[in-house]
């Protein structure tokens, strides 16, 4: 299994790093969150100085290689990755959660801190996007684990390379 960094760098989805990878992964999942490039490139503009068209082209580049599908279906393999991005000297977990099968992203979600309520919000909001139970790949992230078996989920434990 592979972090969430190491996805967007294997997927070679930028070529140029004229702005940071982590504040790329970071404008990417508020992105997802909040669904507005104008508001993005403004919240990213704390960190560093980005231009709405180029947050839409870090989107589409992502998309490209990595479709975004947030609609329910049945899935099998969901593997959920958490990433700590820093900016600005201050710590951004980045949650991910991938449909194995269908190599698609379900969700991906930024957060002030890391910790077992955290990851079970995270994890219940992937669920609302499948219509059964599916089996998890994780790390041996204590929150992770923790927050699958209080919802009573499968998991399989995978090391990250």
């Known amino acids: 299994m592979i972090k969430v960094e190491e996805i967007v760098k294997e997927l070679k989805v930028f070529e140029r790093n004229k702005v940071p990878l982590e504040i790329k992964i970071l404008g990417i999942a508020i992105y997802i969150q909040i669904s507005s490039v104008r508001k993005t490139a403004k919240i990213l503009s704390e960190f560093h100085p980005v231009s709405k068209s180029a947050v839409h082209k870090w989107i589409k580049k ?6 975004i599908v947030a609609e329910k279906k049945p899935r099998k393999l969901i593997a959920i990755d958490e990433t700590v991005v820093k900016a600005n000297g201050e710590k951004y977990y980045v949650y991910a959660a991938i449909d194995v099968e269908r ?3 379900i969700l991906m979600k930024v957060y002030p801190s890391r910790n077992y309520l955290t990851t079970k919000l995270f994890i219940a909001e992937v669920l609302k996007y499948c219509e059964n139970k599916p089996k998890f790949v994780v790390d041996k992230a204590p929150w992770l684990k923790r927050a699958l078996e209080s919802l009573r989920l499968d998991y399989e434990h995978q090391s990250f390379r």
Not at 62 to 67: H, M, S, T, V, Y
């Open 62 to 67: 992502f998309e490209e290689r990595l479709p």
């Open 103 to 105: 190599n698609e992203l």
